[in-house]
Nanobody
Framework: QVQLVESGGGLVQAGGSLRLSCAAS????????MGWYRQVLGKQRELVAD???????QYADSVKGRFAISRDNAKNMVYLQMNGLKPEDTAFYYC??????????????WGEGTRVTVSS
């Protein structure tokens, strides 16, 4: 059974920093992209950042220059360093993992989410 467990969320003041972590465990193989999405009540879930197994990164325009994504392939973990946080960053943040492809079935998994609240 595959599990994605997020940690590191919390309450911070505007301009502060948080580091989110996500650990993937269980019977999971051939992970490709690992990333973070966020969702505000009443709005669609959106991609914040992701990173491929080869280290290619992409970011939402709203977080470029402030957030940095990284991963540890040996530990099946992905991190999101969030600096210069703004109230607009307040949301539930979800870890996401996908894999498979050429020689195996594709799959994706979601974490339960961790709350980030940025006060003004």
């Amino acid at each position: 059974q595959v599990q994605l467990v997020e940690s590191g969320g919390g309450l911070v003041q505007a301009g502060g920093s948080l580091r989110l972590s996500c650990a993937a465990s269980g019977s999971i193989f051939s992970i490709n992209a690992m990333g973070w999405y966020r969702q505000v009540l009443g709005k669609q879930r959106e991609l914040v950042a992701d990173i491929t197994s080869g280290g290619l990164r992409q970011y939402a325009d709203s977080v470029k220059g402030r957030f940095a994504i990284s991963r540890d392939n040996a530990k099946n973990m992905v991190y999101l360093q969030m600096n210069g946080l703004k109230p607009e960053d307040t949301a539930f943040y979800y870890c996401h993992v996908d894999g498979g492809g050429d020689s195996s079935p594709r799959y994706e998994y979601w974490g339960e989410g961790t709350r980030v609240t940025v006060s003004s």
